[in-house]
């Protein structure tokens, strides 16, 4: 399978957030989102073998236990559901991260397995493509999450949300783009009395560089 990049950190947003985390980025997706930071993983990769990769996540990740599964897209891959049937047979917890244009209903579900489903706001050009049919199979255990850009995002999700009943479903998340920048985010949150979680993306602090700086979105 092609792989981008394999790495261990730390889960940088959502439900897990904090958590060491050993990171299996795939190759290839299937949606070009406006605000999209990891367009690197849209083509190219190198190709590795399922046996490969669980080489490297043993040797990385055995003190740790679990692993994320990202992309791109994982789960257009032909593989993706072998290696996480490996991870799971080999006791590690793994977080699937998906983008939401994809039915889930296909792949291993269990108590050992996350799955991060995003839906995508209009600000992202890819609303009109999302599978809302994968609300109706989160679990507990899972999480949704919303990317939003401004206002018009915001009160979409918020309609996503209580039509799906979201809130006694599963874990519901909105994290501003770019991952930082949330005072309005979370002002609206408060003004609405939505009971979710707002999650910043840790991960670009963490690890901010001093060529890299962090962007700040106006919410206006």
């Not at 940088?12 to 190759?27: Q, T, Y």
């Not at 915001?154 to 770019?178: D, E, H, Q, W």
């Given at each position: 399978?092609?792989?981008?990049?394999?790495?261990?950190?730390?889960?940088?947003?959502?439900?897990?957030?904090?958590?060491?985390?050993?990171?299996?980025?795939?190759?290839?997706?299937?949606?070009?989102?406006?605000?999209?930071?990891?367009?690197?993983?849209?083509?190219?990769?190198?190709?590795?073998?399922?046996?490969?990769?669980?080489?490297?996540?043993?040797e990385k990740s055995a003190d740790f236990k679990l692993v994320c599964i990202t992309g791109g897209e994982p789960l257009i891959k032909k593989d993706t559901k072998e290696l996480i049937n490996v991870l799971i047979k080999n006791?590690?917890?793994?977080?699937?991260?998906?983008?939401?244009?994809?039915?889930?209903?296909?792949?291993?579900?269990?108590?050992?397995?996350?799955?991060?489903?995003?839906?995508?706001?209009?600000?992202?050009?890819?609303?009109?493509?999302?599978?809302?049919?994968?609300?109706?199979?989160?679990?507990?255990?899972?999480?949704?999450?919303?990317?939003?850009?401004?206002?018009?995002?915001?009160?979409?999700?918020?309609?996503?949300?209580?039509?799906?009943?979201?809130?006694?479903?599963?874990?519901?998340?909105?994290?501003?783009?770019?991952?930082?920048?949330?005072?309005?985010?979370?002002?609206?949150?408060?003004?609405?009395?939505?009971?979710?979680?707002?999650?910043?993306?840790?991960?670009?602090?963490?690890?901010?560089?001093?060529?890299?700086?962090?962007?700040?979105?106006?919410?206006?």
């Amino acid at each position: 399978m092609k792989i981008t990049e394999t790495f261990l950190s730390i889960q940088g947003e959502g439900i897990h957030s904090g958590i060491p985390s050993f990171f299996v980025r795939l190759s290839g997706c299937n949606l070009r989102c406006s605000y999209c930071d990891t367009k690197y993983s849209y083509s190219g990769g190198d190709e590795r073998s399922i046996k490969d990769i669980m080489s490297e996540v043993k040797e990385k990740s055995a003190d740790f236990k679990l692993v994320c599964i990202t992309g791109g897209e994982p789960l257009i891959k032909k593989d993706t559901k072998e290696l996480i049937n490996v991870l799971i047979k080999n006791k590690f917890k793994v977080d699937i991260e998906t983008n939401g244009s994809v039915l889930i209903d296909r792949f291993p579900n269990s108590n050992h397995i996350m799955y991060s489903l995003d839906i995508k706001c209009p600000s992202s050009k890819m609303s009109k493509r999302m599978k809302l049919e994968n609300l109706y199979l989160l679990k507990k255990k899972d999480q949704v999450k919303f990317i939003i850009g401004d206002r018009k995002d915001f009160l979409y999700a918020k309609s996503i949300v209580l039509k799906y009943g979201l809130i006694k479903k599963t874990n519901v998340i909105f994290s501003p783009i770019g991952g930082v920048y949330a005072n309005k985010l979370v002002r609206w949150v408060l003004q609405k009395k939505l009971n979710i979680r707002v999650s910043l993306q840790i991960h670009k602090v963490i690890w901010k560089s001093e060529k890299e700086e962090l962007q700040l979105v106006d919410y206006e």
